[in-house]
C-alpha cells in the first residue's frame, strides 16, 4: 500500500503547506535526501495549543501536537516531491518547549515518530532527536522536522 493510500485508511489527509514566516523554503531536496524546514502543528493556519509541555500544554497532547507537526512536514515533501516516491524516513528531529522540571520529550515526540510508522511501515523507521528548549516560535508547544530518502 502506498503512503498517500495509508494515510487515507487511517481517515488522514495532508494540509496545506504553510507559507515560511521567514527567509526559507518549506523543504528541499538534495540529490535523494528530502530536508524539511520545522514544522509546528498548525491547524488550518492557527496553533490549536500554545505554551510549554509539563506547564501549560499536557505530555498527551503534545503528542497529538507533534503527529501534526509531523503530517505538516509530509505535506511539505509531497509538495516538493510526492509522497508517494519516499522510500524511507531518515532521521526525525523534534524540539519540545518544555518547562523546566519535565523530562518526556522523547514521549512527546513518540506522537511524530508513531505517525510515521503507521503510514510508511519498516520504511518509516528512523533516527531521531528530542530536545527540550525554552522557546519555539509563535509559542508552539513542538516542532518537527523531517530528513527522508526518496527514490
Avoid at 515560511?20 to 488550518?44: E, H
Avoid at 505530555?59 to 505535506?75: F, K, P, S, V
Avoid at 515526540?109 to 519498516?122: H, P
Wanted: net charge negative; aromatic share 4%; charged share 20%.
Amino acid at each position: 500500500m502506498s503512503p498517500s493510500e495509508k494515510l487515507r485508511e487511517l481517515g488522514l489527509a495532508l494540509p496545506s503547506v504553510s507559507t515560511p514566516a521567514g527567509a526559507y523554503i518549506p523543504a528541499r531536496r538534495s540529490g535523494n535526501l528530502v530536508f524539511t524546514a520545522g514544522q509546528v502543528p498548525f491547524v488550518d493556519g492557527k496553533l490549536p495549543k500554545t505554551g510549554k509541555i509539563g506547564g501549560d500544554v499536557s505530555a498527551e497532547d503534545g503528542y497529538d501536537l507533534a503527529r501534526t507537526c509531523a503530517l505538516n512536514a509530509l505535506a511539505a515533501v509531497d509538495a516538493l516531491v510526492g509522497l508517494d516516491s519516499v522510500t524511507g524516513i531518515v532521521k526525525v528531529v523534534g524540539f519540545v518547549a518544555s518547562s523546566p522540571e519535565f523530562g518526556g520529550q522523547p514521549k512527546v515526540i513518540n506522537g511524530a515518530s508513531d505517525l510515521l510508522g503507521e503510514v510508511f511501515g519498516e520504511a518509516g523507521a528512523h533516527a531521531r532527536s528530542a530536545v527540550g528548549v525554552a522557546e519555539l516560535p509563535m509559542n508552539s508547544p513542538v516542532e518537527v522536522e523531517l530528513i527522508v530518502e526518496v527514490g
